[in-house]
């Protein structure tokens, strides 16, 4: 099993878990706030169940294209189970959302509750500079991949 796959496990049994918790343990969240953390972890459960699914299986989607490599990579081609757009979507919707419900958390004293600590401290920071690292990393290869051809 590769590191990928490893991550698909943790992101189904405790990241989406720990975000569903972490939504119903702020008494103070709005009902939207709440609703969209909510979903961002049932969202996470069930994205990651299909993507470990499919590469573990090995079975790759990938449609043969003439398009540059950057765009192939943008709406189609999964890198390490990941769409660029979908990293664009985590970047600049999911986390900020996360990060808006993590200040009412602070608001709430919710910080020193474990649920809490572990879902802002591992779930959304280290989230956010993955996601964003693989988005700088495959851009850069991508480019290169184009200078090539």
């Not at 809490?116 to 991508?142: C, E, H, R, T, W």
């Amino acid at each position: 099993m590769d590191s990928a796959n490893i991550i698909r496990l943790l992101d189904i049994f405790v990241i989406g878990p720990a975000t569903i918790l972490f939504a119903y343990n702020i008494r103070h969240l709005p009902w939207l706030l709440c609703a969209l953390v909510v979903s961002i972890g049932m969202l996470t459960i069930v994205y990651n169940y299909i993507n470990f699914n499919r590469l573990y299986r090995g079975t790759d989607p990938r449609p043969y294209t003439v398009l540059p490599t950057w765009v192939q990579n943008l709406f189609w081609h999964p890198v390490n189970g990941k769409t660029q757009l979908l990293r664009l979507i985590n970047l600049f919707v999911m986390y900020p959302i996360l990060f808006y419900a993590w200040y009412y958390s602070i608001e709430e004293g919710l910080y020193s509750n474990v649920v809490g600590l572990f879902m802002i401290s591992f779930g959304v920071l280290i989230g956010f500079i993955y996601n964003l690292y693989y988005f700088v990393k495959i851009a850069l290869q991508d480019e290169q991949d184009d200078r090539k051809n």
